[in-house]
């Protein structure tokens, strides 16, 4: 809860920067710095390189690894940073612009700084201290806001989206410094450093799949059909992602370390996922149904008209609204478990089958995609991921499998209470048709778990895990609120 309140903070933090400078930049200023974020984005892959993985999954760590892992961090920062500045040349030539050599060599110390906190964040994350995170990543960004603004205003034109962003970029390692606590000693060898690389460098391949899988769709459909395919494709895409990366970001930062540490009691390992899984499976059918139903009501209300086209790529896409919340928790068994051969496995065959399901859908368009996508998804990738990562440790494949069927039926229940409410309300532009047909669907899935003896087990236990974390957040500002009465 406190990271997925920090993950909000940040990104009305990230909207409000966004609405202001706005204002006071042009959308030439907005456009060059993107063009040296196009290339940063993928050489991030690397900053990392799957050592913060390491740590945290690692049960016992010493000090000479962790510092061994930040150097190494650290050096290949400096190598991408200096990748960077080589490429700035490369960039202004390629699109004309000699700006570009400057903003590329001032954006190379992003990795200079983001490179020193790995581990810091990373030994953070282990200890769980998830609300020092979250303060840190909060004021880094009102850090950013401020910095950006005021360059903005005081007519630095593009150079302000730079400082914006090498000043987050400072705080967060300033403040992470002093909050961690942790100084780095010099390296060390034979001090079993190699096992912590190679469950790295599996990590990092794994990204690098999953990133690459991940952009040849939109490369196809601009290829073939030109801006207005991608215009329409990627705003069904943003639709239906951004809400599940909302989600899962938060939730994975906590649940990774969490199962990491319960790896020598497998039962108990085996329990906190299924109770999870079960759960996210709970309210992942039903909210894809409902999404199914209401896919063109929903993109007219979001998107306004005109955008028939989106509307029916979403309703493709939305069989996939099934497979990936499930496909991020499955995955996490293999980083909490140190399985890095099995999660390079599972992300080079989700990569290839992702791939081909693209171009497969090709000939028919965007839409075509979308479903190949969903289809593959559900019928080819999930089986295949349910496999690889239930073959080993405490949780099998046919728990994962057990969990999905049981809760399969939600999703018609859902399906039918929404657009039985939508079609009789008949207005799809509305967004009280929106919310009465939404509302149905949960209200009418709600009243079906109260049936099952099982799934009203599992929903009791997440209501009263949220009323324990209210009383407790209560009660902690309770007493600090006295605390501050009395020294009055």
């Known amino acids: 809860m406190v990271t997925a309140l920090s993950q909000g903070t940040r990104l009305v933090t990230t909207l409000l920067s966004t609405v202001v400078l706005a204002r006071l930049l042009s959308a030439d200023d907005f456009g060059l710095v993107g063009l040296v974020f196009s290339v940063i984005s993928f050489l991030r892959v690397f900053k990392d390189a799957g050592l913060s993985s390491a740590t945290i999954q690692r049960q016992g760590i010493s000090h000479a690894q962790v510092s061994n892992l930040f150097w190494i961090n650290t050096g290949v920062s400096a190598a991408l940073g ?28 992003l990795f200079i700084l983001g490179g020193t906190t790995v ?18 990543e909060t004021a880094s960004a009102v850090v950013s ?98 809400p599940i990366e909302q989600l899962f970001t938060p939730v994975a930062a906590v649940f990774v370390p969490a199962l990491s540490r319960l790896q020598s009691e497998p039962e108990r390992y085996r329990r906190a996922f299924l109770q999870f899984f079960e759960t996210v499976t709970l309210l ?70 992702t791939i081909a399901a693209f171009v497969a859908g090709l000939p028919f368009g965007p839409l075509g995609v979308a479903m190949a996508y969903s289809a593959a998804s559900i019928l080819v990738i999930m089986p295949i991921l349910f496999y690889l990562c239930g073959r080993q440790g405490p949780v099998t494949t046919a728990d994962l499998w057990r969990a999905v069927l049981r809760h399969a039926p939600l999703w018609a229940v859902s399906y039918v209470a929404t657009a039985g409410v939508s079609v009789t309300l008949n207005d799809p532009a509305s967004i009280g048709t929106v919310f009465a047909a939404t509302l149905s669907g949960f209200v009418v899935t709600g009243l079906t778990v109260a049936t099952v003896r099982h799934d009203r087990q599992l929903m009791s236990r997440l209501a009263c895990m949220l009323f324990d974390f209210g009383k407790n957040a209560a009660r902690a500002f309770s007493g600090r609120h006295g605390k501050g009465e009395a020294s009055a």
């Open 82 to 109: 200096l990748v960077l500045v080589v490429l700035g040349p490369v960039l202004a030539r390629f699109y004309g612009d000699n700006r570009l050599v400057g903003v590329s060599v001032a954006l190379s110390l």
């Open 119 to 136: 581990q810091h964040q990373a030994l953070l994350r282990r200890d769980m201290r998830f609300g020092t995170l979250a303060w840190i």
């Open 145 to 242: 806001l401020v910095v950006g603004v005021a360059a903005a205003m005081a007519g630095w034109a593009y150079w302000a989206l730079v400082a914006s962003t090498l000043a987050n970029e400072g705080a967060l390692l300033l403040l992470t410094w002093v909050a961690s606590g942790w100084r780095p000693q010099r390296p060390m060898r034979l001090v079993g450093t190699k096992p912590l690389l190679s469950f790295g460098a599996s990590m990092t391949a794994g990204s690098i799949l999953f990133v690459a899988s991940r952009t040849v769709d939109t490369l196809l459909i601009g290829r073939f059909y030109g801006p207005h395919g991608v215009g329409i494709y990627t705003r069904a895409l943003l639709l239906l992602m951004r």
């Open 284 to 353: 992942t059918l039903p909210a894809a149904g409902i999404g199914f139903a209401l896919a063109q009501p929903l993109t007219h209300v979001v998107l306004g008209p005109g955008w028939d086209e989106t509307a029916r790529i979403l309703a493709g896409f939305t069989p996939a609204a099934v497979y990936l919340p499930l496909a991020s928790p499955s995955g996490w068994l293999l980083v909490s478990q140190g399985r890095g051969r099995d999660y390079v496995v599972a992300n080079a065959a989700i990569a290839s089958l």
